[in-house]
């Protein structure tokens, strides 16, 4: 093993609270996917009379550069961690809103590989309560993103009720201006913490490219990084296209011309619907095991989804809408119980930390690739069936399909993640290089190590020193007893 040395304690933050500092920025994430589509919706109200304004061009386009920075950012950061003005036309800012939300997109993409692994790293910490380590990363990560959704549905609403509907261009400002207070209060959490202890032992960032173990890394992790990746691809394929759904339930529940307080209330209870699957999830994943739980999780999906389809015409309709919602909102909540927590959990622990920021990001990234392959493919797929019940419950069908195939993949594919798994996992990955002619000895950031060390100690909040300096003084000092 390599010498390191661990990081100057910095008061403030306790071992679980390091979890939540590392996954909590996904609650931003959370609610800047969840809030666009409001504001969406409210600039469609009041440009839609702009004259040569393209509104459905601008929504697919908003769209599409959200997926694409989202994408960038999981793959630039994945490795990292292992301008459109006004114009003073409507059209300007609306081509600025564009370019931002692709800025956007890129800090989401860059927060799954950086946050989430640093959370889960920090979950097998020796002081972190047996038994509650799945749990501790599902709640700061996922559960997170789910909350997200809530507030972000419930703060337009809030500003809508406060400024009326003669203010819409206050609401939707409002309600983006207001997306910026999470991430800064994360912000400065974060600066007081410093990387896990298992990232400055096991990191290889001093390995320089040509002596980078590439083949040996694909050749042991390519089957679980595919089926991990195909998984999370049908599963954001699915979850993103099903959202057109809540509006289907909208509209026939308050009609075209409810008030557009009771529209966004609604919107309030079906993001709502996220919720219990995911803290009932992160209470079972323990005691279930990650795999075994989003399996079962997928497979009552697909169960759930089949129901749907094949009662579709009985329950849409506005005598059991409610009949409706709350099977669409139980099928939601599955997918939130099993594949929600799960996949983000297995993507992070299936892998040495050597790498594990580059195989989560990209991951992810495939993840969100189905989503954007989803969000543009089911509209198309809906067009294939003939129009009537079949082509509103079609969907279901190949989404219940597809469901009981990631289940599939997962249970035959994806390695279990016991308690502890990510310490074995650096144990054999270390056994497994040296075992093949790797230099064990130039993983860790020894050298960081020493330094911030040095510097730590002149500001005198060094509690643990360099093993190797320690060894050479206690021997230069037995030389000149002797």
Same mark, same amino acid.
């Given at each position: 093993?390599?010498?390191?040395?661990? *990081?100057?304690h910095?008061?403030?933050?306790?071992?679980?609270?390091?979890?939540?500092?590392?996954g909590?920025?996904?609650?931003?994430?959370?609610?800047?996917?969840?809030?666009?589509?409001?504001?969406?919706?409210?600039?469609?109200?009041?440009?839609?009379?702009?004259?040569?304004?393209?509104?459905?061009?601008?929504?697919?386009?908003?769209?599409?550069?959200?997926?694409?920075?989202?994408?960038?950012?999981?793959?630039?950061?994945?490795?990292?961690?292992?301008?459109?003005?006004?114009?003073?036309?409507?059209?300007?800012?609306?081509?600025?809103?564009?370019?931002?939300?692709?800025?956007?997109?890129?800090g989401?993409?860059?927060?799954?590989?950086?946050?989430?692994?640093?959370?889960?790293?920090?979950?097998?910490?020796?002081?972190?309560?047996?038994?509650?380590?799945?749990?501790?990363?599902?709640? *700061?990560?996922?559960?997170?993103?789910?909350?997200?959704?809530?507030?972000?549905?419930?703060?337009?609403?809030?500003?809508?009720?406060?400024?009326?509907?003669?203010?819409?261009?206050?609401?939707?400002?409002?309600?983006?201006?207001?997306?910026?207070?999470?991430?800064?209060?994360?912000?400065?959490w974060?600066?007081?913490?410093?990387?896990?202890?298992?990232?400055?032992?096991?990191?290889?960032?001093?390995?320089?490219?040509?002596?980078?173990?590439?083949?040996?890394?694909?050749?042991?992790?390519?089957?679980?990084?595919?089926?991990?990746?195909?998984?999370?691809?049908?599963?954001?394929f699915?979850?993103?296209?099903?959202?057109?759904?809540?509006?289907?339930?909208?509209?026939?529940?308050?009609?075209?011309? *409810?008030?557009?307080?009771?529209?966004?209330?609604?919107?309030?209870v079906?993001?709502?619907?996220?919720?219990?699957?995911?803290?009932?999830?992160?209470?079972?994943?323990?005691?279930?095991?990650?795999?075994?739980?989003?399996?079962?999780?997928?497979?009552?999906q697909?169960?759930?989804?089949?129901?749907?389809?094949?009662?579709?015409?009985?329950?849409?309709?506005?005598?059991?809408?409610?009949?409706?919602?709350?099977?669409y909102?139980?099928?939601?909540?599955?997918?939130?119980?099993?594949?929600?927590?799960?996949?983000?959990?297995?993507?992070?622990k299936?892998?040495?930390?050597?790498?594990?920021?580059?195989?989560?990001?990209?991951?992810?990234?495939?993840?969100?690739?189905?989503?954007?392959?989803?969000?543009?493919?089911?509209?198309?797929?809906?067009?294939?069936?003939?129009?009537?019940?079949?082509?509103?419950?079609?969907?279901?069908?190949?989404?219940?399909?597809?469901?009981?195939?990631?289940?599939?993949?997962?249970?035959?594919?994806?390695?279990?993640?016991?308690?502890?798994?990510?310490?074995?996992?650096?144990?054999?990955?270390?056994?497994?290089?040296?075992?093949?002619?790797?230099?064990?000895?130039?993983?860790?950031?020894?050298?960081?190590?020493?330094?911030?060390?040095?510097?730590?100690?002149?500001?005198?909040?060094?509690?643990?020193?360099?093993?190797? *300096?320690?060894?050479?003084?206690?021997?230069?000092?037995?030389?000149?007893a002797?």
């Amino acid at each position: 093993m390599t010498d390191t040395v661990q *990081a100057p304690h910095r008061r403030g933050l306790g071992k679980v609270g390091l979890i939540f500092a590392c996954g909590t920025a996904l609650f931003s994430d959370g609610y800047q996917n969840g809030v666009i589509g409001t504001v969406n919706t409210l600039i469609k109200i009041i440009y839609k009379d702009t004259p040569g304004l393209n509104l459905k061009r601008y929504s697919t386009t908003f769209s599409s550069l959200a997926f694409a920075g989202t994408v960038a950012g999981m793959l630039i950061f994945g490795l990292l961690a292992g301008a459109y003005g006004a114009g003073g036309s409507v059209g300007g800012m609306l081509a600025a809103l564009s370019a931002y939300r692709f800025l956007i997109g890129i800090g989401i993409g860059a927060e799954y590989p950086a946050g989430s692994v640093a959370a889960s790293e920090n979950t097998e910490d020796p002081g972190i309560k047996s038994g509650t380590q799945h749990m501790l990363f599902a709640l *700061a990560t996922n559960v997170m993103i789910d909350w997200g959704f809530v507030i972000s549905a419930f703060t337009p609403l809030v500003l809508l009720w406060i400024f009326g509907e003669d203010h819409l261009r206050i609401v939707w400002r409002g309600s983006l201006a207001l997306g910026t207070i999470p991430p800064l209060l994360v912000l400065f959490w974060r600066m007081r913490m410093h990387e896990p202890e298992r990232f400055r032992k096991e990191s290889m960032k001093h390995v320089g490219w040509k002596d980078f173990p590439v083949w040996l890394i694909v050749k042991r992790y390519w089957l679980r990084f595919t089926a991990i990746s195909l998984a999370w691809f049908i599963y954001d394929f699915i979850t993103y296209p099903f959202g057109i759904y809540s509006s289907t339930i909208t509209t026939t529940i308050i009609g075209d011309s *409810a008030p557009l307080t009771t529209s966004l209330g609604w919107n309030v209870v079906i993001n709502l619907f996220y919720i219990p699957g995911c803290m009932i999830g992160a209470l079972l994943v323990d005691r279930v095991k990650p795999r075994m739980l989003m399996t079962i999780a997928l497979l009552l999906q697909a169960v759930f989804g089949f129901a749907m389809s094949g009662a579709y015409t009985y329950f849409a309709t506005p005598a059991h809408i409610a009949g409706f919602t709350i099977m669409y909102g139980i099928f939601l909540s599955f997918g939130e119980m099993g594949p929600g927590n799960c996949l983000g959990l297995l993507a992070s622990k299936s892998s040495p930390t050597a790498f594990r920021g580059v195989f989560y990001g990209c991951a992810a990234a495939i993840g969100k690739v189905g989503a954007f392959a989803g969000t543009w493919a089911f509209p198309a797929i809906i067009d294939r069936f003939p129009a009537g019940p079949k082509q509103d419950s079609g969907p279901f069908w190949i989404g219940s399909g597809l469901a009981i195939l990631s289940a599939a993949i997962t249970f035959f594919f994806i390695p279990e993640v016991p308690e502890n798994h990510m310490t074995n996992e650096d144990i054999k990955f270390r056994e497994y290089l040296a075992a093949n002619g790797f230099d064990v000895s130039l993983m860790g950031l020894k050298d960081e190590g020493m330094i911030e060390s040095h510097i730590a100690k002149d500001k005198g909040e060094v509690t643990d020193v360099v093993r190797d *300096a320690s060894s050479e003084e206690n021997d230069k000092k037995g030389t000149e007893a002797v």
